[in-house]
């Protein structure tokens, strides 16, 4: 089992840029497939980006795809989201998220360990 944080949220006006963090604690971190995922109020929740275990395999979705980047630390058990170029529309709660599955997958069902998430505010 793993355990997830995330850090990082903020308010940023658009065209701005954040970098969120998520710490992960349990059994080997490079076992895991991580995720993030957002979910802006009403919406359903959705695929942002993911990296596998070795860091080998990377997606993003197309509407961040060019402004986001995922990377993530074996060594220090952590994973980032470093978003440039904001949108109003990116404003969400965005949560971590965790799988041993070795190929990352875009649904959330996927994913069997979630953070408690962290508000994404951007103004226009």
């Known amino acids: 089992q793993v355990q997830l944080v995330e850090s990082g949220g903020g308010v940023v006006q658009a065209g701005g840029s954040l970098r969120l963090s998520c710490a992960a604690s349990g059994r080997t971190f490079s076992d895991y497939t991580m995720g993030w995922f957002r979910q802006a109020p009403g919406k359903e929740r959705e695929f942002v980006a993911a990296r596998s275990g070795s860091g080998g395999s990377t997606y993003y979705a197309d509407s961040v795809k060019g402004r986001f980047t995922i990377s993530r630390d074996n060594a220090k058990n952590s994973v980032d989201l470093l978003m440039n170029m904001l949108k109003p529309e990116d404003t969400a709660v965005y949560y971590c998220?965790?799988?041993?599955?070795?190929?990352?997958?875009?649904?959330?069902?996927?994913?069997?360990?979630w953070g408690q998430g962290t508000q994404v505010t951007v103004s226009s």
């Open positions: 998220a965790a799988d041993l599955s070795p190929l990352p997958g875009r649904s959330q069902y996927e994913y069997a360990y």
